[in-house]
């Protein structure tokens, strides 16, 4: 039976060490090590405080949807909102190895996952990243 | 996430233990942005940090933005490699000094 996880949490950033200490068990109990474990949970950690920044403008009464499931090659993240829609032009629109200090979170969600997409649904906006586990043999 | 804030000759040693995230960094950038006011230069001791997210490094890039402009120097030591790899993420190793020693950030001015 593959592995896992879903819950409902508010808008609120003390649930984020809630959200990272479920994710880096979940991606060590799927094979990741210890450095691909912290990655990608700083990486759904910052898809998180994204919605609670730019979806909900820190509004602590919104609720997130956080879904992980073990896919056939590794792991499929899905988080659901009901806020404000993502500005596509602003994702990423940060150059890198700058000093300027916003809008770093989307690069590291972009660099330790595989895919990352965001989509407005009638259930609200849906951000789908995916990370391969490149088996050793 | 705790601070606490110490003397060391001029300079002024900013010690955080915990987790730098979303909902603590602005503990954090408040705490550095007055301590900077207080000494010619802050050294920030990042060992005892368990996690540090975006908003923490954006925090500590406004404090290295601001020291400049005071003409003022910030120093970061102790960085453990879950910190060196949220640095590496973000691609700010260079932009910062880093020491791995409080004696090597110390006698670095």
Known sequence: MSLQLKFVMPSDPRYLPVVRGAIGPLAAAMGWDESDCRAITLALDEAVANIIRHAYHNRADGLIELECRESADGLEVTLLDNGEAPDRTRVCARAIACDQPGGLGTHIIKDVMDTVSYQATPAGNRFVATKRLRKTI | ?109
């Open chain 2, 1 to 109: 996430m705790k601070i606490s804030i110490r003397d060391a000759g001029t300079v002024k040693i900013v010690e955080i233990e915990g987790d730098v995230d979303l909902g603590t960094s602005p503990d954090l950038r408040s705490a550095l942005f007055e301590t900077l006011l207080e000494a010619p230069k802050l050294a920030l001791n990042l060992a005892a940090i368990r996690y540090i997210d975006s908003s923490g490094i954006a925090t500590l890039l406004e404090v290295l933005q601001d020291s400049q402009r005071r003409n003022k120097e910030f120093v970061l030591f102790g960085l453990s490699p879950a910190v060196q790899q949220v640095f590496h993420l973000t691609h700010v190793v260079r932009i910062f000094q880093v020491f791995q020693t409080e004696e090597e950030a110390l006698g670095s001015a």
